[in-house]
């Protein structure tokens, strides 16, 4: 059985890195590369760098939102998750 502290310390970490990879994409300035060579007159690279900030966007919005999900799921909120034992203030 896992405590929601150990779930809560990784889903941590996770939403941290979601967060830091939304933020590199987010402050890009120059487009991503493409990988194929005959590929590079089809897509307009000011379009892929919109799409890579929009993308950086999401990323930096949804982090916080899953945190505080599995938050609510650490602590019990949500219900009782199968094999995890839900943090308790009171000192239980």
């Known amino acids: ?20 990879v939304g933020l590199r ?26 799409r890579s900030r929009r993308a950086g966007r999401l990323f930096m919005i949804v982090a916080p939102l899953a945190w505080i999900f599995f938050a609510a799921m650490a602590f019990g909120l949500l219900g009782p998750v199968e094999n995890m034992r839900p943090i308790h203030l009171d000192g239980r």
């Open 25 to 50: 994409f987010a402050r890009r300035t120059t487009p991503p590369h493409l990988p194929f060579k005959f590929a590079e007159g089809l897509v307009d690279p000011a379009q892929k760098l919109r």
């Open 1 to 20: 059985m896992y405590s929601g502290a150990q779930f809560l310390g990784i889903a941590s970490l996770i939403c941290a890195g979601l967060f830091l």
